[in-house]
């Protein structure tokens, strides 16, 4: 008898059962492969945009994977770094190899927490809530909640070519008898497809020819203690030409997307190589991120190089790259459909509607992505833990934490095709930078007992400090001096030429730290971390207060109505975003935001166009 029993040990199931046990409840974490813990099915990296948010707010409550990520790190980049704070996100290109096996030792390691590699056949259910599990072994181990965690596995079918092979990882069984068992029990099932790129073996490789990538030393990556690093690598940029599209056009008779022998929706900002070269006819060069898989990089990941194509075509297509000519491949891709779950059916706690104490996280809820499915799994284990404690259930905001802008859109619009998360998604994106993650999800993180006193009250107080030195920021006025604009001269900024506040000047774009120590020398005594997160509220202080009014304002915003005869075809909105509109037809705004893939910038441009119609 366990407290929680989780089903599953990718990155969801990993970080449910690490969290579960942390909070004290007795688990069992049942896998195929031990061996496989939190394995990394497709690329190597970890973070990105909006999922390096998603990261951050992990590494708040003390998550398993910026541990992780950090520690197994071999190349850091900052993207987006041209533009602004909110819509930066860090990504870590990591060691696999690394990865997964520190995943494995941890979590065996760990208190409260048995491990055991067995195929979970079936969920044990009474009076309609489940009870426990049952597996191929005819064990059955019973819980007081079940957090299912399959991935891809779950009737998991491989395509390769016009080949066709049952399984949920490459070189591992599918789980075909629990797919089964969930939609008896009243699930609504659904197929979703994903796929992987060839690796490529290093010694074949012409790297002389390609764009190289270094890694960014500045960027400190998730966790909020500076980790030890390994040897850090380069990545590369390769194009594709049109060659490449020629040998991929030539073959679209032989890819299973095409012919009809995939059923299942793939991810839509992800395609493969062939979907692109067909859905981007007239672009002659695409892309190719080459990407070291391990520290001792003797293969490489071609990331944006995704296919099913036979295995033969996947060389002649590779090989007419420029650097590859003499490339081997070390694993082809592949595309893979596996059963998932309509999101719709879930409580905000995660819980299932339908079964009651079966909690579902990751592939199984139609997310694409490492990222997505830890958050979920790290939600899954907390709402699950509060609920065996009676307590109520921990749902963040949308204007708190980009897990909750996930989270929400999943079990309020539902998705028919695997959902990725963008910052666009987000309309409070201001208020949710990937630096102020442990400031708002301190408390949360310190009330499920993942975080400790003393560290929960060291950022308490680095917060009321940032939040003193912007008062007294916006509280100090200043007015065209000698001596102030000699100053302003000194440190390389403008002159002042009317009254202002201090916090406007700090709110330049030229601003540094040392800039700031000069214009403020009472703040000498706080640390880089501080410094830099006053340097960004100040920058951001006007538009935040004009977002925390939006929040205030969206209620009133959605019940706007959209007019019968409105033409949807108009200036901003995305192609998907249209054709959806138009196939929807919803009556007002709130049914506009409630329809998958419609984000908050869409919403947003449709009130424009609304009142100039008016």
Same mark, same amino acid.
């Given at each position: 008898?366990?407290?929680?029993?989780?089903?599953?040990?990718?990155?969801?199931?990993?970080?449910?059962?690490?969290?579960?046990?942390?909070?004290?409840?007795?688990?069992?974490?049942?896998?195929?492969?031990?061996?496989?813990?939190?394995?990394?099915?497709?690329?190597?990296?970890?973070?990105?945009?909006?999922?390096?948010?998603?990261?951050?707010?992990?590494?708040?409550?003390?998550?398993?994977?910026?541990?992780?990520?950090?520690?197994?790190?071999?190349?850091?980049?900052?993207?987006?770094?041209?533009?602004?704070?909110?819509?930066?996100?860090?990504?870590?290109?990591?060691?696999?190899?690394?990865?997964?096996?520190?995943?494995?030792?941890?979590?065996?390691?760990?208190?409260?927490?048995?491990?055991?590699?067995?195929?979970?056949?079936?969920?044990?259910?009474?009076?309609?809530?489940?009870?426990?599990?049952?597996?191929?072994?005819?064990?059955?181990?019973?819980?007081?909640?079940?957090?299912?965690?399959?991935?891809?596995?779950?009737?998991?079918?491989?395509?390769?070519?016009?080949?066709?092979?049952?399984?949920?990882?490459?070189?591992?069984?599918?789980?075909?008898?629990?797919?089964?068992?969930?939609?008896?029990?009243?699930?609504?099932?659904?197929?979703?497809?994903?796929?992987?790129?060839?690796?490529?073996?290093?010694?074949?490789?012409?790297?002389?020819?390609?764009?190289?990538?270094?890694?960014?030393?500045?960027?400190?990556?998730?966790?909020?203690?500076?980790?030890?690093?390994?040897?850090?690598?380069?990545?590369?940029?390769?194009?594709?030409?049109?060659?490449?599209?020629?040998?991929?056009?030539?073959?679209?008779?032989?890819?299973?997307?095409?012919?009809?022998?995939?059923?299942?929706?793939?991810?839509?900002?992800?395609?493969?190589?062939?979907?692109?070269?067909?859905?981007?006819?007239?672009?002659?060069?695409?892309?190719?991120?080459?990407?070291?898989?391990?520290?001792?990089?003797?293969?490489?990941?071609?990331?944006?190089?995704?296919?099913?194509?036979?295995?033969?075509?996947?060389?002649?297509? +590779?090989?007419?790259?420029?650097?590859?000519?003499?490339?081997?491949?070390?694993?082809?891709?592949?595309? +893979?459909?596996?059963?998932?779950?309509?999101?719709?059916?879930?409580?905000?706690?995660?819980?299932?509607?339908?079964?009651?104490?079966?909690?579902?996280?990751?592939?199984?809820?139609?997310?694409?992505?490492?990222?997505?499915?830890?958050?979920?799994?790290?939600?899954?284990?907390?709402?699950?833990?509060?609920?065996?404690?009676?307590?109520?259930?921990?749902?963040?905001?949308?204007?708190?934490?980009?897990?909750?802008?996930?989270?929400?859109?999943?079990?309020?619009?539902?998705?028919?095709?695997?959902?990725?998360?963008?910052?666009?998604?987000?309309?409070?994106?201001?208020?949710?930078?990937?630096?102020?993650?442990?400031?708002?999800?301190?408390?949360?993180?310190?009330?499920?007992?993942?975080?400790?006193?003393?560290?929960?009250?060291?950022?308490?107080?680095?917060?009321?400090?940032?939040?003193?030195?912007?008062?007294?920021?916006?509280?100090?006025?200043?007015?065209?001096?000698?001596?102030?604009?000699?100053?302003?001269?000194?440190?390389?900024?403008?002159?002042?030429? *009317?009254?202002?506040?201090?916090?406007?000047?700090?709110?330049?774009?030229?601003?540094?730290?040392?800039?700031?120590?000069?214009?403020?020398?009472?703040?000498?005594?706080?640390?880089?971390?501080?410094?830099?997160?006053?340097?960004?509220?100040?920058?951001?202080?006007?538009?935040?207060?004009?977002?925390? *009014?939006?929040?205030?304002?969206?209620?009133?915003?959605?019940?706007?109505? +959209?007019?019968?005869?409105?033409?949807?075809?108009?200036?901003?909105?995305?192609?998907?975003?249209?054709?959806?509109?138009?196939?929807?037809?919803?009556?007002?705004?709130?049914?506009?935001?409630?329809?998958?893939?419609?984000?908050?910038?869409?919403?947003?441009?449709?009130?424009?166009?609304?009142?100039?119609?008016?």
């Amino acid at each position: 008898m366990y407290d929680i029993i989780v089903i599953g040990a990718g990155h969801a199931g990993a970080e449910a059962a690490y969290n579960s046990a942390r909070m004290g409840k007795k688990t069992l974490l049942l896998t195929m492969l031990v061996d496989r813990i939190a394995a990394t099915s497709c690329n190597p990296a970890i973070g990105g945009l909006a999922k390096g948010h998603l990261v951050k707010e992990i590494a708040a409550f003390n998550g398993l994977m910026p541990i992780l990520a950090d520690t197994s790190a071999i190349n850091f980049k900052m993207l987006n770094e041209s533009k602004g704070a909110a819509v930066q996100g860090t990504r870590v290109q990591i060691d696999m190899d690394e990865y997964n096996l520190n995943a494995k030792n941890i979590l065996l390691n760990m208190d409260n927490l048995d491990i055991s590699q067995e195929l979970v056949d079936e969920i044990l259910v009474k009076d309609n809530a489940a009870i426990g599990v049952k597996t191929e072994l005819d064990k059955s181990y019973y819980a007081k909640k079940i957090i299912l965690c399959a991935g891809t596995f779950l009737n998991g079918l491989i395509h390769v070519g016009l080949s066709q092979i049952k399984s949920g990882r490459v070189g591992e069984i599918s789980a075909s008898k629990l797919g089964d068992n969930l939609e008896n029990l009243g699930l609504n099932r659904k197929r979703l497809k994903t796929g992987t790129c060839p690796r490529i073996n290093a010694k074949s490789i012409n790297f002389s020819l390609l764009e190289i990538q270094e890694s960014d030393e500045s960027v400190k990556g998730f966790n909020l203690k500076a980790l030890p690093r390994i040897k850090q690598l380069p990545c590369y940029i390769a194009h594709t030409n049109t060659n490449t599209h020629t040998i991929i056009r030539s073959n679209f008779d032989k890819a299973p997307l095409f012919t009809g022998q995939i059923k299942g929706v793939g991810p839509r900002y992800c395609p493969s190589i062939e979907d692109k070269i067909n859905r981007f006819a007239s672009k002659e060069s695409h892309h190719l991120f080459i990407e070291p898989q391990t520290k001792e990089a003797n293969e490489y990941y071609i990331n944006g190089f995704s296919t099913s194509l036979p295995f033969s075509v996947q060389e002649d297509m +590779i090989r007419s790259v420029k650097g590859f000519e003499n490339a081997k491949i070390t694993r082809f891709g592949y595309a +893979i459909e596996y059963d998932f779950f309509n999101p719709q059916d879930l409580f905000h706690s995660l819980e299932s509607k339908i079964i009651k104490n079966l909690y579902l996280a990751g592939q199984v809820n139609g997310t694409t992505g490492y990222e997505e499915a830890a958050a979920q799994g790290l939600m899954a284990s907390i709402n699950a833990a509060l609920a065996i404690d009676n307590k109520e259930p921990l749902i963040l905001r949308r204007d708190e934490a980009y897990i909750g802008v996930l989270i929400d859109d999943l079990v309020t619009k539902g998705t028919n095709e695997p959902y990725r998360m963008f910052t666009s998604r987000a309309e409070f994106r201001l208020l949710l930078r990937e630096s102020n993650a442990i400031f708002r999800l301190n408390k949360y993180a310190y009330e499920c007992a993942l975080r400790n006193e003393e560290e929960y009250k060291y950022y308490l107080n680095l917060q009321a400090n940032i939040k003193s030195a912007l008062n007294q920021l916006c509280n100090t006025n200043v007015v065209p001096s000698k001596v102030f604009n000699e100053l302003l001269n000194s440190i390389e900024e403008e002159n002042i030429s *009317q009254p202002t506040s201090l916090q406007k000047i700090i709110a330049r774009s030229s601003m540094t730290r040392q800039k700031l120590l000069a214009l403020c020398p009472q703040f000498s005594t706080l640390s880089e971390f501080e410094l830099d997160e006053i340097l960004l509220e100040a920058k951001y202080f006007h538009y935040v207060k004009l977002q925390e *009014q939006n929040i205030k304002d969206m209620k009133e915003l959605l019940e706007i109505k +959209i007019p019968k005869d409105f033409n949807f075809n108009i200036s901003g909105l995305s192609a998907e975003v249209i054709e959806k509109l138009q196939k929807n037809k919803p009556e007002n705004l709130f049914e506009a935001s409630k329809i998958s893939g419609i984000t908050p910038a869409a919403i947003d441009i449709l009130q424009i166009y609304i009142k100039l119609k008016a």
